[in-house]
């Protein structure tokens, strides 16, 4: 008797998704700063918004903790999340003497410095982000008290009345929906058309790359999955981004116990992609999983190629990693399929 043949899928998946240069980049100052100065390395707050990533670091020896005062004076280094942190964290670390790596991605710094020049213009600064999101957090920490005033929506906007409207100036969380960002950026410019804008885009490039991807794969898909953590802000805009740009539903999930088995059926068009702190291995469990059950027509929806690397600091660069260390930092490596190898 002939195997009963699987009923056809087709998964568009998307290209850029997953890592970004700066996650990347986070992941393995942790790494290396565990094999130069061995275990505990202790990081203040998630790494990045990742529990497969927390885990396998903690797995390594990393000790993860909210502040600074849960870490003994033990000599230990202590890792600064992607996501950047106050002044006042490193000027704690640095009056007790502690060694410390600062993890911020690079772009994340960069709108710090944009933050930073309005306020040395003499603007007040306009962040448009999320209340409570550590990058946000870690922003309005590097202005004076009253320097900054939070934007989260154009309802915002029309309730701000600021002290003179002749000195703004703006900056975003890099991780926004760029077409929600868009629609508040125009609501401020209508309101206040002096208010300057920073000197270079502030949402990332990788946060745009995998938007546009999402938006090229999204049209008359049934499903849309995005891989990432519920607490990613990126992984969350993600979602929006693929049901405005015509799925009939976008899910955001962390892997395959997340996925609606029950509801796939053949014929249907899935669109999947991942937020920039997601690790392939997870988005590869996914598709095997899928690919056990269907016959799985894979289209790669590519929009961008991404060769950016920001290098770590020189105080560990040349630590050496395993293999296997490159696998964990990059999220497992890929061959030409987009498949991991």
């Given at each position: 008797m002939e195997p009963a043949l699987k009923p056809a899928?087709?998964?568009?998946?998307?290209?850029?998704?997953?890592?970004?240069a700066g996650v990347d980049r986070a992941i393995q100052i942790v790494v290396l700063a565990l094999k130069k100065y061995g275990a505990p390395v202790y990081v203040r707050h998630e790494i990045v918004h990742n529990k497969y990533v927390v885990e396998g670091l903690r797995g390594m020896g990393a000790v993860f903790v909210k502040e600074l005062d849960a870490i003994p004076d033990?000599?230990?280094?202590?890792?600064?999340?992607?996501?950047?942190?106050?002044?006042?964290?490193?000027?704690?670390?640095?009056?007790?003497?502690?060694?410390?790596?600062?993890?911020?991605?690079?772009?994340?710094?960069?709108?710090?410095k944009q933050a930073m020049r309005h306020v040395r213009l003499g603007r007040q600064v306009l962040l448009i982000g999320h209340r409570g999101h550590p990058e946000v957090v870690g922003t309005m920490g590097q202005l004076p008290e009253?320097?900054?005033?939070?934007?989260?929506?154009?309802?915002?906007?029309?309730?701000?009345?600021?002290?003179?409207?002749?000195?703004?100036?703006?900056?975003t969380q890099t991780t926004l929906s760029v077409d929600d960002t868009a629609g508040i950026v125009a609501a401020l410019e209508r309101k206040f058309p002096s208010m300057q804008a920073p000197s270079s885009e502030s949402i990332c490039y990788a946060t745009t790359n995998r938007q546009d991807a999402v938006k090229a794969a999204a049209p008359d898909t049934d499903l849309f999955l995005i891989v990432g953590a519920p607490n990613s802000s990126n992984s969350r805009r993600l979602v929006e981004v693929a049901e405005r740009a015509g799925s009939a539903r976008g899910l955001?999930?962390?892997?395959?116990?997340?996925?609606?088995?029950?509801?796939?059926?053949?014929?249907?068009?899935?669109?999947?992609?991942?937020?920039?702190?997601?690790?392939?291995?997870?988005?590869?469990?996914?598709?095997?999983?899928?690919?056990?059950?269907?016959?799985?027509?894979?289209?790669?929806?590519?929009?961008?190629?991404?060769?950016e690397n920001f290098p770590v600091m020189r105080s560990i660069r040349d630590v050496p990693l395993t293999a296997e260390d490159m696998a964990f930092v990059n999220g497992v490596p890929r061959r030409g399929d987009g498949r991991a190898a």
């Open positions: 899928l087709t998964i568009r998946l998307c290209e850029p998704r997953g890592f970004c033990d000599g230990q280094p202590v890792v600064f999340s992607a996501h950047g942190v106050p002044k006042s964290i490193p000027a704690e670390a640095e009056r007790r003497e502690m060694l410390y790596l600062d993890a911020t991605c690079p772009l994340v710094s960069k709108v710090h009253g320097a900054v005033q939070l934007i989260e929506t154009e309802e915002d906007v029309e309730a701000f009345q600021p002290a003179d409207p002749e000195a703004l100036g703006y900056v955001l999930v962390q892997g395959m116990q997340d996925v609606p088995m029950d509801e796939l059926q053949g014929g249907m068009v899935l669109g999947m992609s991942a937020g920039a702190s997601a690790p392939e291995v997870l988005t590869d469990g996914i598709l095997d999983a899928l690919r056990a059950q269907f016959e799985v027509r894979l289209e790669l929806v590519q929009t961008a190629i991404e060769d």
